[in-house]
């Protein structure tokens, strides 16, 4: 296996997943499900073991196996009531950012896609600004598609190889992946359909979960990026190895700004989750529980609760980049 970056062979291994870690991600799930989610990943690995590794050259960080969720995996994965976001942050910057672009002053022509569009909060909003007619959506999930189909936006119910038709070419100036690319191991299939359906100077929009909050949370052991949901992890400077070799241009980032409360919930309630007591299933005392378990919690983590006060560990991370040919 080489780096799907730079293609170095000198990794890191940073941590192990098998399917007993998995179970931890699964506990609103039935036994069945969660047994036949479990039956899939093996498959998938061909055994019960995969590897987070770091490359010691560009320090893209990936799982060996390096194979994603399949389509199997995912339509067994979401249920039909899956909590979609109604706003966040990174949907916040990208219409600011859209709104602010120029375009001529006829942003209503423009054509946008959304590839991962989940029950479509972005493309009904940015929907008020672009005609409904040049928007587009992809989404996975049955539900998801449904809710952005009844809202007269064209959506298709597979993923982006189905992207890959005359119809598509050169077809859309701006382009959204939101915490999508960090689910996706065929990275050249993926820039292929992205430079197939994108016309010349065309912006996208990216967010994947933030490199270097993740990074904190392993050094206690928390580790949020399980595969095969999330089999990668990228930062800004494999953006930019990754996106300029195949014609993108970086533009800007950030990281997303949350309050010093919120980071530090997040932590804790991610610290219980991963906790073997989080299995309690015992109505009153097991909440009982759960509060005197995140009380706990604080003490025993100082110096990371301390670190989470930087700006630096906000959960997502949003990249704009530029097509230059
Ligand atoms: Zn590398």
């Not at 939101?178 to 820039?191: C, T």
């Amino acid at each position: 296996m080489l780096c799907p970056i730079c293609k170095s062979k000198n990794f890191k291994i940073l941590y192990e997943i098998n399917s007993r870690y998995i179970k931890k991600l699964l506990l609103n799930k039935s036994e069945s499900k969660v047994n036949e989610l479990i039956q899939i990943v093996k498959e998938l690995w061909e055994g019960d073991l995969c590897n987070f590794v770091k490359c010691q050259n560009c320090s893209y960080i990936f799982a060996i196996p390096f194979i994603a969720g399949s389509e199997e995996f995912y339509s067994c994965f979401y249920s039909s009531n899956e909590n979609y976001p109604v706003w966040k942050w990174d949907f916040d910057i990208t219409l600011k950012e859209i709104i602010n672009s120029s375009f001529n002053g006829k942003l209503i022509n423009e054509s946008l896609i959304d590839i991962g569009a989940g029950d479509g909060a972005f493309v009904k909003k940015i929907s008020k600004f672009i005609d409904k007619k040049n928007i587009n959506a992809i989404e996975y999930s049955e539900y998801g598609c449904k809710k952005i189909s009844e809202f007269a936006i064209t959506c298709l119910p597979t993923d982006f190889k189905a992207l890959l038709k005359d119809e598509y070419k050169d077809k859309f100036s701006i382009i959204c992946m939101f915490q999508l690319l960090e689910h996706i191991s065929d990275l050249e299939l993926l820039i292929k359909v992205i430079n197939w359906i994108s016309k010349n100077n065309s912006i996208m929009f990216i967010t994947v979960p933030n490199y270097y909050a993740r990074e904190l949370y392993d050094s206690v052991k928390i580790h949020e990026d399980v595969p095969p949901i999330h089999v990668s992890r990228w930062n800004r400077k494999t953006f930019k190895l990754f996106f300029e070799r195949n014609g993108w241009k970086f533009q800007k980032d950030f990281i997303s700004d949350e309050s010093y409360i919120s980071k530090i919930k997040r932590f804790v309630i991610s610290k219980y989750r991963f906790s073997i007591i989080s299995n309690i299933k015992i109505p009153f005392i097991g909440k009982v529980i759960k509060y005197f378990y995140c009380l706990f919690v604080i003490p025993f983590n100082i110096l990371l609760i301390f670190k989470l006060s930087n700006k630096k560990f906000g959960n997502s991370y949003w990249v704009c980049l530029r097509k230059i040919k």
